[in-house]
């Protein structure tokens, strides 16, 4: 059922948008919402939890939510609290991202290092890679400390492993094929 509800209200939301005109603006809302939402667990249990009435739960909604997000958005929230939808919150999210990534022809790329990257590192990414493919690109930093250092970039189904891990890697197998012929020719 979850798959269903997330690309249901993902589209409804989408779709409301794209006729309204604020596509963009949506989902750096909605972007920022599921943050909250994240950062503030206690209040998606509240919006969850069965012991507080729907009414209460959309004065809530009003209280926490209205002036600092859209009309739009704040009415999203409460039909899917109405519905008892909130535990999906997340996933429709997901739903309407691939949407909006889709529609907007954006490239997503994960980077991997070992530690964060800067603000600025990955504004430099951003720039190369729009160059190279032609499109806009969103970046998602993942750190792996295994890595060791440099970075790994997964985009459009290619890997791009300038990782120090990877090189010791390479390092490793060539070594073992070394030994292997010397040995050999003993």
Do not use: C, H, W
Not at 37 to 49: A, F, I, N, R, Y
Not at 145 to 170: F, P, Q, W, Y
């Amino acid at each position: 059922m979850g798959q269903v509800v997330k690309n249901v209200y993902g589209e409804a939301l989408f779709e409301a948008a794209e006729d309204l005109g604020v596509i963009d603006a949506i989902y750096d809302e909605f972007s920022s919402l599921v943050d909250v939402l994240k950062d503030e667990v206690k209040l998606k249990v509240l919006l969850e939890t069965p012991r507080i009435s729907t009414a209460e739960k959309i004065e809530l909604i009003d209280k926490v939510f209205k002036g600092k997000y859209s009309d739009i958005l704040v009415n999203f929230l409460k039909v899917i609290t109405e519905k008892r939808r909130i535990p999906y919150i997340f996933d429709i999210y997901e739903s309407f991202k691939k949407i909006y990534i889709a529609y907007n022809d954006i490239m997503v790329a994960n980077v991997v290092s070992a530690q964060k990257l800067s603000d600025e590192q990955i504004n430099n990414l951003v720039v190369k890679l729009e160059e190279l493919s032609d499109k806009k690109v969103e970046i998602y930093n993942i750190v792996d400390e295994s890595v060791i250092g440099g970075m790994r970039i997964e985009a459009d189904g290619r890997i791009i492993d300038g990782t120090i891990s990877s090189k010791l890697s390479v390092m490793k197998d060539s070594l073992k094929e070394i030994v292997l012929n010397t040995d050999r020719s003993i």
